[in-house]
C-alpha cells in the first residue's frame, strides 16, 4: 500500500519495527520453551493432536500478529503490550498521543 | 457399507482388525517417541513450523490409514507391511491367496 498514515515519522516506524521484533523474539522464544515442554509431557496420542493443535493455532496467530503494516501499528502494539510481550517503555521515542492510544487500546 | 466383500470370514476380519490395532499401537508408539525427541531437538522457529507441518501430515496419514473399512483390509495390510508396522506372520489365520495377495502389494 502507498498510502500510509502520514503522522508516523520514519524514526517513530523504526521504532515501532523494532518494538515488533523485540516482542516477536519474546514471544517465540517463549513458545519454543513450551512446546519441547508440552512435547516432554506427551504420552499418548490425544496429547498429539492436541499439541499439533495448539502449534497450528499458534502459527495463525503469530503469522498474522507479526505481519507488520505501516497502517496499524497501533492495534499491533496494544495487542503485544497486552499479552504481555512488550514494555509500554520501549515504545519511547513515539509522540504522547500515540502512547495514550496504544496504552489505552492495551487496556481493553 | 452393507455390500461386504464375501470372502472374508468373520474369523479373518477379526484377525485383520487385531493386525491394524496392533500395527496402530506400534506405529503410535514410535511417534510419540519420535516428536519427543523432535521438539527438544527444537532451537529456533523453523524447527517449531517445521514440528507442525510433520504432525499435520502424520495427522493425515494415520486417519487415513487406520480408517478400517471391510472392502479394502488387503490394501491396508500391505501398506502397513511394507512401512514396517506390521509381520507377515501376523495374519496367519488368514487363507493362502489373501496373505499372497498381500505379500504381493507389500512388495510393489
Known sequence: MQEQAPEWSE????IAREALST???RETEALITEIRQKA????QMNDVWSLSDYLNAKRYD???KYDYRDSTPIFVLAKLIKEGW???DELAGLTPDKRA???ALARM
Open 11 to 14: 524514526t517513530e516506524k523504526q
Open 23 to 25: 516482542a516477536y523474539t
Open 40 to 43: 516432554s509431557a506427551i504420552t
Open 62 to 64: 503469530i503469522d498474522g
Open 86 to 88: 512488550l514494555h509500554s
Open 101 to 103: 492510544k496504544v496504552a
